[in-house]
């Protein structure tokens, strides 16, 4: 567990890591490549790289918590990864559900095995599920999330990687907007952010602008439209 400097979210809790790439959004990793870089440095965690790993010493940490924190799960993989054993999902979510003070966010790319396992998930209040959709093949994703009984749903569309002015944004409560940062990141078209912005004020979705990405300083932090759209759901 890590104080996050992911701007959404205040720690990251890292059960299990590891990950393999499954969508165009996986192209440039950051996950991935910060991984390399702990298995370089002799980090015990990453001895397989970025090869699916669980570290079953970190699963009670969130009851050593004394304060209410708001939690990315496995920020270095995906909960619904194939790799990762049913058992291990279910024992992870009881955890959750015990560790009412704190909120937990949990994102993924593999909604299909989401939706199948959901239905033997105890969707407590204090677990938000979310899943990515950086462009227009991914939109199932959010199809599938709504299939599910979290409380709240939200959507990262990062990186977004083109226009996602079709998507359906009725029943999810949260959406993440942000363009791709590092070496070799592909461009966001402000337009293609602003779509966005106007959809989540006509379905009363909160609005969290992450980055403009890439090396454009300039546009970095511009507020978008003069207008204020909530950072986070308010249910």
Partial sequence: MTQSKIEWTEETWNPITGCSKCSEGCTHCYAAIFARRLQAMGNPRYIR???????????????????????????????????????????????????SKHTFQILTKRTRRLVELAPKINWTKNIWMGATVENQTALSRCDDLKRTNAYIKFISAEPLLESLSMINLNEIDWLIVGGESGAGSRPMEEK?????????????????????????????GKLLNGQIVQAYPNK
């Fill in 49 to 99: 790289g970025f090869e699916v790993s669980i570290h079953q010493d970190l699963f009670e940490k969130p009851f050593e918590w004394k304060k209410p924190k708001l939690v990315f799960v496995n920020s270095m993989s995906d909960l619904f990864h194939e790799n990762v054993p049913d058992d291990v999902i279910f024992r992870l979510f009881d955890i959750m559900n015990n560790a």
């Fill in 192 to 220: 293609w952010v602003f779509e966005l912005q106007e959809l989540c004020l006509e379905t009363q979705t909160a609005f969290f602008f992450k980055q403009w990405g890439g090396f454009n300083k300039k546009k970095r």
